[in-house]
């Protein structure tokens, strides 16, 4: 993934006050212009609100950092199932650290949290263990879920049918039978970068299950980038192409779609 864009290329679209809902602006690949950078996206009004993801106690405590610097910018603070043995062993009492910081008044939601399967010798069991402790979690302080789901989604619905909370799936890659479900189950939608993709039919397909008021987009910047910027660093300003994307394929001007899923966000985050 290359630094940045090419400076010849243009991001700037009609479409403003964008809610990207999942971001990751603690990663090194921002250390150089972090700063300008989301300075540059909430001045110019194209983005009116971020949502920080974070993977693990690391980065939940980074993420309510740069929030408390930005009046738009948001945390969810949680583990994602491949950072429980990643970056530091996940602590016994990570519970009560994240709750803990969950009594910051920028901590709108739980996680990442939830199951990746794409790595064959991950520990399912462990994943499951810790996704529902977070489950738990959320249900406690009455926050929503912030879900990472990679080749488990019948896992997942399993589990959100034993254990019911308000969640967001990011970064939605299932079918449209599993969407139509989750949305029936009461769970929002979440789509970015990869539904401008050339392979990105599932997808497209999914994005016609889900009604309007589920419906929220996101970059999962600095990754994911649109199919435009494959191989460079994403950020929150791109999330205008899965909304332009998405507004051609449902028939919906992107500017008003823009503004339903900036509320969706809102009234799921509790903003």
Known sequence: MSAKIPVSEDISRSVKGIFDTHCHYDESVFDSDRRDLLDEMFESGTVSGLMHASCDLISSQAGIKLAEEYENYYC????????????????????????MLASHPKVRAIGEAGLDYHDKSADREEQKRVFIE?????????????????????????????????????????????????????????????????????????????????????????FLAPEVFRGYRCDSRMTVYAIETAAEILGIPAQELADITRENAKRIFDI
């Open 76 to 99: 969810a603070i949680g583990i994602h199932p491949t950072y429980i043995h990643f970056r530091e062993e996940l602590p016994s009492d990570y519970i009560d650290r994240l709750k």
């Open 134 to 222: 977070q489950i738990k979690l959320s249900q406690e302080l009455d926050l929503p879920l912030i879900i990472h789901c990679r080749s488990a989604y019948g896992d997942l619905v399993d589990i959100l049918k034993k254990h019911p909370a308000r969640c967001i799936c990011h970064c939605f890659g299932g079918s449209a039978e599993t969407a139509a479900e989750l949305v029936k189950m009461g769970h929002y939608i979440a789509f970015g970068g990869a539904l401008t993709w050339k392979n990105a039919g599932k997808p497209r397909r999914a994005l016609k299950a889900v009604p309007t008021d589920r419906l929220l987009f996101e970059t999962d910047a600095p």
